[in-house]
């Protein structure tokens, strides 16, 4: 069974700074992308950002120009720095990995961001 193990979150002041990195437990054949998700107390889960085996990136429109997606496909593992940070990025952080054959999420990590 894969899992997804996510380091890094926690509590940072607006303006700061985090990165949050994610990898697999065993390798995963086939990648199609891996790329980060968030969840806000009373808010469904939203993308914060992809990147593709073949390196090209998605962000949500709140995320551009502050948040870098990046990958290690030979290591099955994926980062997220997040700059300039705003009291509205507080949410759990899921990591996602999507292969041919299925889909996995990590457990999730807390990011709060206090103003």
């Known amino acids: 069974q894969v899992q997804l193990v996510q380091s890094g979150g926690g509590l940072v002041q607006a303006g700061g700074s985090l990165r949050l990195s994610c990898a697999a437990s065993?390798?995963?054949?086939?990648?199609?992308?891996m790329g980060w998700y968030r969840q806000a107390p009373g808010k469904e889960r939203e993308l914060v950002a992809a990147?593709?085996?073949?390196?090209?990136?998605n962000y949500a429109d709140s995320m551009k120009g502050r948040f870098t997606i990046s990958s290690d496909y030979a290591k099955n593992t994926v980062y997220l720095q997040m700059d300039n940070l705003k009291p509205e990025d507080t949410a759990v952080y899921y990591c996602?990995?999507?292969?041919?054959?299925?889909?996995?999420w990590g457990k999730g990590t807390q990011v709060t961001v206090s103003s």
């Open positions: 996602n990995v999507n292969s041919t054959y299925s889909r996995y």
């Open positions: 065993r390798s995963i054949f086939r990648i199609n992308a």
């Open positions: 990147i593709t085996s073949g390196g090209d990136t």
